[in-house]
């Protein structure tokens, strides 16, 4: 709901206050899944930022980030991750996931104004 009034008050649209939930929603499933497996006691961090004519969301996890180069084929959570992504990628303007210095992941997701 926090995220919700905040899309709201930088200016998007229901549409895309929408997208960004199911957007933040997902990147927070995708951090549990990898926390799950390097550092379960780890909290799953979501940041929020308004810059010039857009609205930022990292959603930062202990776990590594998922390589787009693994393979799909036999594993579930590599194909479930590429599935994750290519959701991602629809409903923001820009989906980066990279890892973070120190250990973890980031998915930095944007929405333009």
Known sequence: ???AALARAAGLSEESVDD???AV???CANAVIVNEET???VPVKVHWSHEDARVVV?????GHPFDSGESATGDGLAARM???VALLE????SCEVTERPGGGSSARLTINL
Not at 90 to 93: E, H
Request: no cysteine; charged share 25%; proline share 4%.
């Open 25 to 27: 929603g997902e990147a």
């Open 1 to 3: 709901m926090a995220l």
């Open 58 to 62: 990292n959603v930062e996890g202990a």
């Open 82 to 84: 590429e599935m994750s």
């Open 39 to 41: 550092a379960p006691d």
């Open 90 to 93: 629809s409903l923001v303007d």
């Open 20 to 22: 960004l939930k199911i």
